[in-house]
């Protein structure tokens, strides 16, 4: 069974397309690139995967039910996370509460049981926190849990971002442009956390990224966009290579000095 | 005993208030003032879940207020009295003295129906475009009293103070300042559990990115619809409460004018603050008490106060935080409820 399988994913802005006859194939267990030159199309297809946009054409099977043009929170309950290519945390509400807010959709209690504290909600409740704690520990978040995202070092937000996308225990997380703003440490720190993400939570994970050199040494298959259109696929050496990918890039040397 | 001090405190001060009442030590003056703090507690701290906890602009809370207080009034005259459209009582006229809160929270339930009218747009607007479509709801929920004559229209509607007669003949007790001292600490009490749980703070990431509280798994409009509803639930508890103080009410109480009093209770108080919704409450009714000799002239100082306010202190008298957060000495005796 695959865990994701999209198939002629096309979709329209008005009279622009966006993203043309879209494939792809997840088995699950991958780590795949998604790169092109800005205005590719790339944003697009995370934001149809997840739900935020509903496509114009084509179908989006996670473990073969269609998720397209579900609403977002539904495609989240059902094992997609994401994080935002302009990072997008709750800022008035504390690193810890973030963390807990991401399982909102699996939190098991209602409103009569916020009212009424029942049983169900302390233990529920309770089981939210841990979890919680449990992240930021492993992420190594633990000293900011009382501070609000804002105060944080800009790669430690990004590390929250994560962090938030795997409170909410997906299969499959998505990360868009992870790299972006972060010094070079920062960026060897995010490729081991990336590379140990996905061994211990088992994941799969498909990323966006401009930095080559966080695409080439995590990736293990690579898709490039251009126009919407998926111009190359394969392996990171096969695609550097690929003379369609040089010419959609030609202009910026990233490819060839990487 | 400890755990729930707060409680406990309530209490007792709720049983001081009534045997004050009871035994005609404070003037009657004094008691209403008492009562309107009430009143303006449970629509500050129900507002402020909109426009504080969620980040919305409602400023139609008046209209929700109206909704709760026909509604209950409506069912008291006609199950209670002898009232010349409705007819004879339903029911035995003792029996309101069980059913009164029943009435009242059937009229709650009626206002957080009618709050549904804003939380269904609020799905696809927000901002300055919902607070036309709340103000507009105000406007609808007053016209179309004012246009349904058995109800009295722009006459008003009264013979609720029958209603409270009859629960005093059958025990003597101050009746509407228990209800008020129930429903204000009930209010108070379920908005605190609501904001501090996980759930309830959903809607403070819908405040803060609505976008990706969706995304990452927060269904928005379910909590839309229960802060809605929640709010306007609670508006129409203080308008119920509010009908029976005086035993009349009309239409043109409930205008954007009481809206407007609301909204500023809550900038007062500090948005995303209970305890500073409940203070300003507190603080506002009694500003409007003690500068009632300078009569008209009230409402040249009154909003001059408020942009004094805005000037030095835009935030509110608490800005963001609990009373537990300035004085964290507190936290020892009132601690926040958490699921630990």
Same mark, same amino acid.
């Given at each position: 069974?695959?865990l994701?399988e999209i198939r002629k994913?096309t979709? +329209?802005?008005? %009279?622009?397309?966006?993203v043309?006859n879209?494939?792809?194939r997840l @088995?699950?267990?991958?780590?795949? *690139?998604?790169? *092109?030159?800005n205005?590719?199309?790339?944003?697009?297809?995370?934001?149809?995967?997840c739900?935020f946009y =509903?496509?114009?054409?084509?179908?989006?099977?996670f473990?073969?039910?269609d998720i397209?043009?579900?609403r977002?929170?539904?495609?989240t309950?059902?094992?997609v996370a994401r994080?935002?290519?302009n990072?997008?945390?709750?800022?008035t509400?504390?690193?810890?509460?973030n963390?807990c807010i991401?399982?909102?959709f699996?939190l098991? +209690?209602?409103?009569? !049981?916020?009212?009424?504290?029942?049983?169900r909600f302390? $233990?529920r409740e309770r089981?939210v926190?841990?979890?919680?704690?449990?992240l930021l520990e492993?992420?190594?978040l633990?000293?900011?849990?009382?501070?609000?995202p804002?105060?944080?070092?800009?790669?430690?937000?990004?590390? /929250?971002?994560?962090?938030?996308?795997?409170?909410t225990?997906?299969k499959?997380?998505?990360?868009? @442009?992870?790299?972006?703003?972060?010094n070079?440490?920062?960026? !060897?720190?995010?490729?081991?956390?990336i590379?140990w993400?996905?061994e211990?939570?088992?994941?799969t994970?498909?990323l966006?990224?401009h930095?080559?050199?966080?695409?080439?040494?995590?990736? @293990?298959?690579?898709q &490039?966009?251009?126009?919407?259109? $998926?111009?190359a696929? %394969?392996?990171p050496?096969?695609?550097?290579?690929d003379?369609?990918?040089?010419?959609?890039y030609l202009?910026?040397?990233?490819?060839?000095?990487a | 005993?400890?755990?729930?001090?707060? /409680?406990?405190?309530y209490?007792?001060?709720? #049983?001081?208030v009534l045997?004050?009442c009871?035994?005609?030590a404070?003037t009657? +003056?004094a008691?209403?003032?008492?009562?309107?703090?009430?009143?303006?507690?449970i629509?500050?701290?129900s507002?402020?879940?909109?426009?504080?906890?969620m980040?919305?602009?409602?400023?139609?809370?008046a209209?929700?207020?109206?909704v709760?207080?026909?509604?209950?009034s409506?069912?008291?005259v006609?199950?209670?009295t002898s009232?010349?459209v409705?007819?004879?009582?339903?029911l035995?006229?003792?029996?309101?003295?069980?059913l009164?809160?029943?009435?009242?929270l059937a009229?709650?339930?009626?206002?957080a129906?009618?709050g #549904?009218?804003?939380?269904f747009?609020?799905?696809?607007?927000r901002?300055?475009?919902?607070a036309?479509?709340? /103000?507009?709801?105000?406007y609808?929920? =007053?016209s179309?009293v004012?246009?349904i004559q058995?109800?009295?229209?722009?006459?008003g509607?009264? *013979?609720?103070? =029958?209603?409270? @007669?009859?629960?005093?003949?059958?025990w003597r007790?101050p009746?509407?300042?228990?209800?008020?001292?129930v429903?204000?600490?009930?209010?108070?009490? &379920?908005?605190?559990?609501?904001?501090?749980?996980?759930?309830?703070?959903?809607?403070v990431a819908i405040?803060?990115?609505e976008?990706a509280?969706?995304i990452m798994?927060?269904d $928005?409009?379910r909590m839309?619809?229960?802060?809605?509803m929640?709010?306007?639930?609670?508006?129409?508890?203080? *308008?119920g409460l509010?009908?029976?103080?005086?035993?009349?009410?009309n239409p043109?109480?409930?205008t954007?004018?009481k809206?407007?009093?609301v909204?500023v209770?809550v +900038?007062?108080?500090?948005?995303?603050?209970?305890?500073g919704?409940?203070?300003s409450?507190?603080v506002?009714?009694l500003?409007?008490?003690?500068?009632?000799?300078?009569q008209v002239i =009230?409402w040249?100082?009154i909003?001059?106060?408020?942009?004094l306010?805005?000037?030095?202190?835009?935030?509110?008298i608490?800005?963001?935080?609990e009373l537990?957060? &300035?004085?964290?000495?507190?936290r020892?005796?009132?601690?926040?409820?958490?699921g630990t």
């Amino acid at each position: 069974m695959a865990l994701l399988e999209i198939r002629k994913l096309t979709h +329209y802005f008005g %009279g622009l397309r966006a993203v043309a006859n879209f494939n792809l194939r997840l @088995e699950g267990g991958e780590l795949l *690139g998604l790169i *092109g030159p800005n205005g590719a199309g790339k944003t697009t297809v995370f934001n149809l995967v997840c739900g935020f946009y =509903k496509p114009t054409e084509g179908e989006i099977l996670f473990q073969e039910k269609d998720i397209a043009g579900l609403r977002p929170h539904a495609v989240t309950a059902m094992g997609v996370a994401r994080t935002f290519q302009n990072i997008r945390l709750w800022n008035t509400l504390t690193v810890f509460d973030n963390l807990c807010i991401a399982q909102h959709f699996r939190l098991g +209690y209602g409103l009569a !049981d916020v009212i009424l504290r029942t049983g169900r909600f302390t $233990t529920r409740e309770r089981h939210v926190r841990r979890t919680a704690e449990e992240l930021l520990e492993i992420m190594g978040l633990r000293h900011y849990a009382g501070e609000h995202p804002g105060n944080l070092p800009y790669g430690m937000q990004r590390r /929250l971002e994560i962090a938030r996308a795997l409170a909410t225990q997906p299969k499959l997380l998505l990360l868009d @442009e992870p790299a972006a703003g972060m010094n070079p440490g920062e960026i !060897d720190q995010l490729v081991e956390t990336i590379r140990w993400i996905r061994e211990s939570f088992a994941l799969t994970v498909w990323l966006i990224e401009h930095h080559m050199r966080v695409v080439m040494s995590v990736c @293990e298959r690579v898709q &490039v966009l251009d126009f919407g259109e $998926t111009i190359a696929d %394969g392996p990171p050496e096969a695609i550097k290579r690929d003379p369609r990918v040089i010419q959609a890039y030609l202009g910026s040397e990233e490819l060839s000095h990487a | 005993m400890r755990r729930h001090l707060g /409680l406990w405190l309530y209490l007792a001060f709720s #049983l001081v208030v009534l045997a004050i009442c009871h035994y005609q030590a404070l003037t009657a +003056y004094a008691q209403l003032v008492l009562m309107f703090i009430g009143i303006n507690i449970i629509l500050s701290s129900s507002l402020n879940l909109i426009n504080g906890y969620m980040g919305e602009f409602s400023c139609g809370h008046a209209g929700f207020m109206a909704v709760g207080a026909y509604v209950s009034s409506i069912l008291n005259v006609w199950l209670f009295t002898s009232h010349k459209v409705f007819g004879p009582p339903v029911l035995s006229p003792s029996s309101a003295v069980y059913l009164f809160p029943v009435t009242l929270l059937a009229g709650a339930c009626a206002a957080a129906l009618a709050g #549904l009218l804003v939380a269904f747009p609020s799905f696809r607007t927000r901002g300055d475009y919902l607070a036309i479509i709340t /103000l507009a709801v105000n406007y609808i929920v =007053k016209s179309s009293v004012e246009n349904i004559q058995v109800i009295g229209g722009a006459r008003g509607f009264m *013979g609720m103070r =029958k209603v409270i @007669e009859e629960m005093e003949a059958v025990w003597r007790i101050p009746w509407i300042m228990l209800w008020i001292l129930v429903f204000t600490g009930l209010t108070v009490w &379920v908005l605190h559990r609501f904001v501090s749980s996980s759930y309830g703070k959903g809607i403070v990431a819908i405040r803060d990115d609505e976008i990706a509280a969706e995304i990452m798994g927060v269904d $928005t409009r379910r909590m839309k619809v229960a802060a809605f509803m929640l709010s306007s639930g609670m508006a129409g508890l203080a *308008g119920g409460l509010f009908a029976h103080i005086l035993g009349y009410i009309n239409p043109g109480t409930f205008t954007i004018m009481k809206s407007t009093e609301v909204m500023v209770m809550v +900038y007062l108080g500090g948005m995303g603050s209970l305890s500073g919704s409940v203070l300003s409450a507190v603080v506002f009714t009694l500003i409007l008490e003690v500068l009632r000799p300078l009569q008209v002239i =009230k409402w040249v100082v009154i909003p001059l106060l408020l942009i004094l306010l805005m000037l030095l202190r835009p935030e509110g008298i608490m800005g963001n935080r609990e009373l537990t957060d &300035v004085f964290p000495g507190l936290r020892r005796w009132f601690s926040a409820p958490k699921g630990t």
